[in-house]
């Protein structure tokens, strides 16, 4: 399969082409959700685009715990249809759609009392990996075991012994949410998508009731243009409802934001070799191992502030800090905490206020001809929701469509992953690279690995490490831009990379080497460089006031101190 490049000569391309042809579907909203229906829509033959206002996942789908995972919880809410469902994605993403990229991990579940909790929690366990079993798709991970709490204890030691008095350990999945979000839109393009960040929908194009496509402006070369479609696939998230308000159409349900915040810290903060799931007094707190660090995660609290830039108060950083030292031998404090994100779900709203009770369901509506729109639902689940807005969308459309086959769709950079991991040590005694570079690259950009490599053959300064981030080769940098469509230094920074919540200067350091490596790419002069190091250090001291600001009010306020690079 040809891979695609989103370089800046390639959104031109994409802007210009969705500009002069009708589309079959243009999907609106860069998520994992929109791009996911622009591949689904792609590989059934359909002349396809996808516009988003921002960066690819710069709202919902970069901000997430991570995690592929079933919902165990939900088991306990006895919603065994969406666990099973998401338990056959997270089956799929792991063997054959995304191997490179959703890897296993362990989570230990302290038991805090004795006899019943065991057998409850056991059971529950026990259920979620026979549903994974039985879904075909289960292969791969190991199944739960019972611990003492001596075992427990060993495999965390991090935990205090008066925590515990036993453990259940078992395995879900995770993934790095923009990195699979900008390899999802990648994907769609190899199969003839035409895939332009930055470009907002302003309007809808209208024949009486229908909606026959979208009026889009270009954010960073100015100007607006018609692009006109037979389907438009609304699939905004947590935007929803201000999206459907472009038609002046009251919709079918309405989406409510709740913020969830995530922590990160050093790995030797905790010592642990697994994750841990542990129990509060609304839901269940993750701490999940990442790379060189750990994420401490999450918060449910209703959202109804800036949408664009979810702000995490003082608050809402002890709420995690208080639950887990609670468990811990040695507390967390302020100081061990590198980065810090919030972020927002979209939940289709209920009667109920709180947001930990409204569903986790996605729906699917046609509130009038020419317009789908999609929302709530799960990252996990990103896959049948693409599939179930493709298909009402298809039903709009006087012509015969193939079925879905976005099942069989590997992403770009799984094919032929295992066989250049088992070739890791010959790869990195040509290349000079140490072979811990050569996994940290194959589990970013699996086969693609070639074309990082490739920009280091050419240029060897490349193959050096950031100084103030040295997890990341400079290379990645470039290839951000040439490949996979980073147009900004914040989007490098914060979604390519981690960078922004993997170092304790949370990116400010290495903010003006990355805009000089990005500079030639996408033709910034000094003044461009100047600007955009400017806006991302403003960036960081701003959401820095909001998170020592006492409640939801004031650290919105604080966050929205600084604007975005590109004005909306």
């Known amino acids: 399969m040809r891979t695609a490049t989103l370089g800046p000569e ?35 033959g359909l002349a396809t685009g996808i516009v988003e206002e921002r960066d690819w ?70 259920l979620y990996d026979t549903m994974s079993m039985s879904s075909g798709h289960g292969r791969g991970l190991p199944v739960h075991r019972h611990l003492t709490r001596r075992h427990a204890l060993r495999v965390a030691p991090g935990l205090r012994r008066d925590a515990l008095v036993g453990a259940l350990q078992y395995y879900d999945a995770q993934m790095d949410d923009a990195r699979y979000v900008a390899t999802l839109v990648r994907t769609a393009a190899a199969y003839g998508a035409r895939a332009a960040n930055r470009a907002r929908v302003v309007g809808f194009l209208r024949e009486g009731e229908r909606v026959v496509g979208a009026r889009v402006r270009d954010l960073e070369q100015g100007g607006e243009f018609e692009v006109r479609a037979k389907q438009v696939v ?44 542990l129990r509060t007094e609304k839901s269940v707190l993750f701490v999940i191992p990442w790379g060189r660090h750990w994420i401490v995660g999450t918060t449910d609290t209703g959202w109804d502030l800036d949408k664009a830039h979810p702000a995490a108060s003082s608050a809402d950083i002890d709420y995690l800090l208080d639950h887990v030292n609670a468990v811990l031998a040695t507390p967390l404090t302020r100081d061990d905490v590198e980065g810090v994100y919030a972020g927002l779900r979209p939940l289709l709203a209920g009667e109920s206020d709180a947001t930990s009770k409204l569903s986790r369901e996605h729906t699917v509506a046609h509130p009038v001809p020419g317009l789908v729109v999609i929302a709530g639902g799960k990252y996990t689940t990103y896959r049948i929701m693409a599939k179930d807005a493709v298909d009402e969308a298809v039903r709009g459309l006087d012509q015969r469509v193939a079925n879905c086959v976005t099942e069989e769709v590997p992403l770009v950079g799984a094919e032929g992953y295992h066989a250049l991991w088992n070739a890791r040590a010959r790869t990195a ?21 070639d074309e990082v490599l490739e920009l280091v053959a050419a240029d060897p300064a490349l193959g050096e490490p950031l100084p103030a981030a040295d997890d990341y080769l400079k290379a990645e940098v470039v290839y951000a831009c040439t490949h996979e469509g980073a147009r900004h230094l914040d989007d490098v920074l914060t979604r390519r990379t981690r960078i922004s919540i993997e170092t304790f200067d949370r990116g400010t350091l290495s903010a003006r080497e990355c805009a000089e490596l990005m500079a030639p790419v996408l033709g910034w002069d000094t003044a461009q460089i100047d600007r955009e190091v400017t806006h991302y250090e403003k960036r960081v001291e701003a959401e820095r006031e909001s998170q020592l600001q006492p409640d939801d009010q004031t650290a919105d306020a604080a966050r929205l101190g600084a604007r975005d690079i590109v004005p909306l």
């Open 10 to 44: 390639q959104r031109a391309e994409a802007l210009a082409s969705m500009a002069e042809r009708e589309l079959d579907v243009l999907v609106v909203g860069g998520g994992v959700v929109g791009a996911g229906a622009a591949l689904d829509a792609a590989t059934r």
């Open 57 to 126: 996942a710069s709202g919902t789908s970069s901000r997430s715990s991570k995690l592929i995972h079933g919902g165990l919880r939900y088991l306990e809410m006895l919603d065994f249809a969406l666990v099973r469902e998401a338990l056959k994605e997270r089956g799929l993403l792991l063997q054959r759609l995304a191997p490179h990229l959703v890897k296993p991990v362990p989570f230990l579940y302290p038991l805090q009392h004795r006899g019943w909790e065991r057998f409850y929690a056991g059971s529950g366990v026990a």
């Open 234 to 277: 609304n699939a905004t998230g947590v935007w929803t409802d201000d999206t459907q308000g472009l038609i002046a159409e009251r919709g079918q349900f309405h989406v409510r934001a709740s913020k969830g915040i995530h922590l990160v810290v050093p790995k030797d903060r905790i010592n642990s070799s697994t994750g841990l799931i």
């Open 429 to 449: 005694q040509r290349t000079g690279l140490h072979e811990a570079r050569l996994e940290h690259l194959l589990n970013r950009y699996g086969s693609l690995t």
